[in-house]
């Protein structure tokens, strides 16, 4: 397996499993449901990384992605925060560290995907880092937002509007 797919799959499966047991462990509603969307988001990232070994390891190229959706992680936890009760979703997880964490874990993640994408050929390979990329964002703001909303920390209004969930403050 190419050098970037082992290390792509090495940081989809730890990141899997951090999140499920950042699930398991917390105790906050909204906490526990943005780690199940992370985890189920990191192993469709482990399938299409063995998708495009299994077609290169039977010489063909790398094969394009098959329309699936991307980046719907913001309108699940959407629905997610329209049925909670908010006043017990404002509770603190008593692993708010977790949280931190794991947006440690998606910042390296894109810093790796970024290497893979700048030395990748053009073509799909070169779509897949970018995809990527595209993906580890989306959870560090995803992860950031309800870190500042269960933080309720000063820099929640503050913060760049494009990376802020606006509607968690209505």
């Known amino acids: 397996m190419p050098k970037a797919l082992q290390a792509a799959l090495k940081l989809e499966r730890k990141g899997t499993a951090f999140y499920l047991k950042m699930s398991e462990k917390t105790g906050n509603i909204l906490a526990k449901r943005l780690f199940d ?92 880092f970018k995809r990527l990329l595209e993906e580890e964002t989306k959870h560090y703001e995803a992860l950031s937002n309800v870190y500042a909303y269960l933080t309720s920390s000063g820099d929640w209004l503050e913060r760049s509007e494009s990376n802020t969930w606006n509607w968690m403050n209505s």
Not at 54 to 81: C, N, R
């Open 37 to 128: 969307q992370l985890a189920m988001q990191e192993v469709e990232h482990i399938g299409r990384i063995n998708e495009i070994y299994s077609a290169i390891t039977q010489g063909q190229v790398w094969p394009e992605p098959k329309g699936k959706k991307i980046g719907y992680l913001e309108a699940e936890m959407k629905k997610v925060f329209a049925r909670i009760n908010h006043s017990k979703s404002r509770e603190k997880p008593d692993n708010i560290s977790g949280l931190k964490v794991a947006m440690d874990m998606e910042w390296y993640s894109y810093k790796m995907y970024q290497k893979f994408f700048s030395a990748a050929v053009d073509g799909p390979e070169k779509d897949f």
